[in-house]
């Protein structure tokens, strides 16, 4: 088992900037691979970025967030960042933690096991 809990989100006005954080513990040993996935009202789940812990630090971005957020991790702790910059009212959503057993930094969210509870971003005019 995992569990992972997410911080950061809130309330911030349109080109602002958010850090979330996400820290993993339980069965965190060996490679893994974290990612980000957003979900705003009335539409479904989407991937957003993701990253494997390993020597070897491969990223995956949405197309809609690139050059804007970046992903990061500290495996020491087992915590994965996500640094929000240029926010727009399109990134609106609950922001949500995932974990899966494998290096590959997926964009499908089904391939994801453990899921954190989700933290609210809200961008503002």
């Known amino acids: 088992q995992v569990q992972l809990v997410e911080s950061g989100g809130g309330l911030v006005q349109a080109g602002g900037s958010l850090r979330l954080s996400c820290a993993a513990s339980?069965?965190?040993?060996?490679?893994?691979?974290m990612g980000w996935f957003r979900q705003a009202p009335g539409k479904e789940r989407e991937f957003v970025a993701a990253?494997?812990?390993?020597?070897?630090?491969?990223?995956n971005y949405a197309e809609s967030v690139k050059g804007r957020f970046i992903i990061s991790r500290d495996n020491a702790k087992n915590t994965v960042f996500l640094q929000m910059n240029s926010l727009k009212l399109e990134d609106t959503a609950v922001y949500y933690c995932?974990?899966?057993?494998?290096?590959?930094?997926?964009?499908?969210?089904?391939?994801?096991?453990?899921w954190g509870q989700g933290t609210q971003v809200t961008v503002s005019s």
């Open positions: 995932a974990f899966r057993s494998s290096v590959v930094v997926s964009t499908i969210a089904d391939e994801y096991v453990y």
């Open positions: 339980g069965r965190t040993s060996g490679s893994y691979a």
């Open positions: 990253i494997r812990r390993g020597i070897i630090s491969n990223t």
